[in-house]
Nanobody
Framework: QVQLVESGGGLVQAGGSLRLSCTASGIIFSINDMGWYRQAPGNQRELVASITRGGSANLADPVKGRFTISRDNAKNAVYLQMNSLKPEDTAVYYC???????????????WGQGTLVTVSS
């Protein structure tokens, strides 16, 4: 199975920035949509941002104007630049990819392991 490796989480003060990255392993033929979800303790997992294969990005209202999602199809990677972080951004952030075609087969959806982002006030 394809694996998604995430990195970039950590502890940051309010107003600071972090950059998350997610890279799909293996030989990837194509990926349709890529995105980032987050889940805080006691909360449901929510979509933060997504980006299509063609580069069309969509961001959830709470992060609009602060976060930027991007992808590098050649590297099979997706990134989330998080600026002006707020304590309410604290959560485990999960990479998600949909519509993968790989040497190992086709996959509808694959999740990353999650990376913790903690924003202190």
């Amino acid at each position: 199975q394809v694996q998604l490796v995430e990195s970039g989480g950590g502890l940051v003060q309010a107003g600071g920035s972090l950059r998350l990255s997610c890279t799909a392993s293996g030989i990837i033929f194509s990926i349709n949509d890529m995105g980032w979800y987050r889940q805080a303790p006691g909360n449901q997992r929510e979509l933060v941002a997504s980006i299509t294969r063609g580069g069309s990005a969509n961001l959830a209202d709470p992060v609009k104007g602060r976060f930027t999602i991007s992808r590098d199809n050649a590297k099979n990677a997706v990134y989330l630049q998080m600026n002006s972080l707020k304590p309410e951004d604290t959560a485990v952030y999960y990479c998600n990819v949909q519509g993968l075609r790989t040497r190992a087969g086709a996959f509808s959806e694959v999740w990353g392991q999650g990376t913790l982002v903690t924003v202190s006030s």
